[in-house]
């Protein structure tokens, strides 16, 4: 089991940035990538950002590459979603998920944060 818990969402101007960050427990050994998915109301649940855990290569989905930053503290087990140049679109629930070793896809989920980018 690993325990996801978020933070850093708000509301914030068009053009404006925040920082997500997740923080991991329990089985924090077993993980082999975290991610950022997004989810709104007129959108169905995607894939925002992800990071393998020990090599750091990343992939982003289009709509943010150049904006949206994905980094990890290992000792820290965190990890952080740096978003800027935010759009309105960019609006939705952020949710943080761990895949672990031996699993085929994302296993673990956070509570999700709400990110509101007014224009």
């Known amino acids: 089991q690993v325990r996801l818990v978020e933070s850093g969402g708000g509301l914030v101007q068009a053009g404006g940035s925040l920082r997500l960050s997740c923080a991991a427990s329990g089985l924090t050994l077993r993980l082999y990538a975290m991610g950022w998915f997004r989810q709104s109301l007129w959108k169905e649940r995607e894939s925002v950002a992800t990071?393998?855990?020990?090599?750091?290569?990343?992939g982003y989905v289009d709509s943010v590459k150049g904006r949206f930053t994905i980094s990890r503290d290992n000792a820290q087990n965190t990890v952080y979603l740096q978003m800027n140049s935010l759009k309105s679109e960019d609006t939705a629930v952020y949710y943080c998920?761990?895949?672990?070793?031996?699993?085929?896809?994302?296993?673990?989920w956070g509570q999700g944060t709400q990110v509101t980018v007014s224009s």
């Open positions: 990071i393998t855990w020990s090599s750091g290569r990343t």
């Open positions: 998920a761990s895949r672990t070793f031996g699993s085929a896809d994302f296993n673990f």
